[in-house]
């Protein structure tokens, strides 16, 4: 731009046109920047129910009903922060300037949002159950997702989990994402990358598994999408924060050893179950070690700080439990959940208060009989 611009110049000066005299305006599609010094936002998904009709009638409904999104859900929600000034920021540049004791610099008036996804693994229990099968690459690089449907059907779908639907929604609305920046696909290891089985294939299977995998890889980071690592086994013992050291090592050896090669290496590990370390902790020390200088964990505060050099980056988990059980922490810091939710969900958590609310009126009851009982009774002599 400075090039042409400085030609123009020339070329008009050769005809003696003075162009600071020429009433030219400034272009409306330039956006200033500013500097940022507000909150950092971060908020996760699990990969999207796609037929709820399938997820909400299978054995783990109930489940499903907590832990995960529906795919009309996510493009209202999308569409809701959107509306609402967010923008996508490369978590990178979050932990650059933390480093450097420096804003962050955005368009004006807009909020920075950390996007994650986690579990893109597509494992077997969730076979069958109206999610997608895996993720493909197709001949242009674009993103989608095979899905079964319904009827039996395999067919590539261009909105088929989120990283697809964010990508078409940033070509629509490219103020959406800072500078080409998506999100974070958290991936384990125990049943491959992806959908695809390479921890268990073997021979041509798995050469082919691989290929596909690290396409999808490539095709990922080219988009703007950053790949994690979210352990390598999800072991229960993340949950109740008992993991060992020892254990921890071996789990993220295994990952470095059976994934890495094919996801490519990261600096970002986003913690199984949410657990969060202290910045003393020897299992954060060793990650950091590894090469894992940004950390997520899980926290309603959505809180971003520094461990030495270490991006501690907690993470709001957007999905049914939150919705609608803890809708404030949502609409306190976001928008309204009106016309969010999808009518396919079940009533789990209205049974539950329902049942809460019977057995508590069951209760007060018997207390009042059990008193009235007590009142009437004569007084022992």
């Given at each position: ?142 993103i989608a997702a095979a899905v079964i449907t319904p009827s039996g059907d395999t ?35 125990f049943q491959g990358v992806f959908g695809y089985r390479i921890t268990t294939l073997k021979d041509n299977a ?176």
């Amino acid at each position: 731009m400075k090039l042409l611009t400085s030609l123009l110049v020339f070329l008009f000066g050769l005809f003696g046109i003075n162009l600071s005299a020429l009433p030219i305006k400034e272009s409306s599609s330039v956006i200033s920047r500013t500097e940022y010094s507000g909150k950092v936002y971060h908020i996760f998904f699990h990969s999207l129910i796609l037929y709820p009709e399938l997820a909400f009638q299978s054995d783990t409904a109930e489940g499903y009903n907590d832990w995960m999104t529906t795919r009309a859900e996510f493009k209202k929600i999308l569409q809701k922060l959107y509306e609402n000034d967010f923008i996508l920021v490369d978590i990178d540049e979050v932990r650059a300037a933390k480093l450097a004791n420096k804003p962050l610099v955005l368009p004006e008036g807009k909020k920075p949002l950390i996007l994650s996804v986690d579990d893109v693994n597509y494992y077997d229990y969730m076979r069958g159950d109206g999610f997608a099968d895996r993720l493909v690459a197709d001949k242009n690089g674009r993103i989608a997702a095979a899905v079964i449907t319904p009827s039996g059907d395999t067919v590539i779908d261009y909105e088929g989990d989120v990283m697809p639907i964010v990508d078409n929604f940033v070509e629509k609305h490219a103020d959406f994402s800072l500078d080409g920046a998506k999100g974070i696909v958290a991936v384990t290891g125990f049943q491959g990358v992806f959908g695809y089985r390479i921890t268990t294939l073997k021979d041509n299977a798995l050469t082919e598994a691989q290929n596909e995998a690290e396409q999808v890889a490539s095709a990922l980071k080219k988009s703007g999408w950053k790949i994690a690592c979210h352990s390598y086994s999800h072991t229960r013992d993340f949950r109740d924060g008992s993991i060992t050291l020892a254990r921890l090592a071996l789990d993220t050896e295994k990952w470095i050893e059976k994934i890495a090669p094919v996801t490519g290496t990261t600096n970002i590990y986003i913690s199984p179950f949410g657990i969060s370390f202290s910045g003393k902790d020897e299992r954060l020390a060793y990650l950091v070690f590894k090469g894992y200088n940004i950390f997520c964990p899980v926290s309603k505060t959505m809180n971003v700080m520094l461990y030495g050099r270490c991006l501690i980056s907690e993470r709001l988990n957007f999905d049914g439990f939150t919705m609608q059980k803890y809708p404030q922490r949502i609409t306190s810091a976001f928008f309204p959940l009106d016309g969010i939710l999808d009518k396919n969900r079940p009533s789990f958590y209205e049974e539950r208060r329902s049942t809460l609310l019977n057995q508590k009126t069951a209760l007060v009851e018997r207390y009042s009989e059990d008193m009235t009982i007590l009142a009437i009774r004569p007084k022992p002599v």
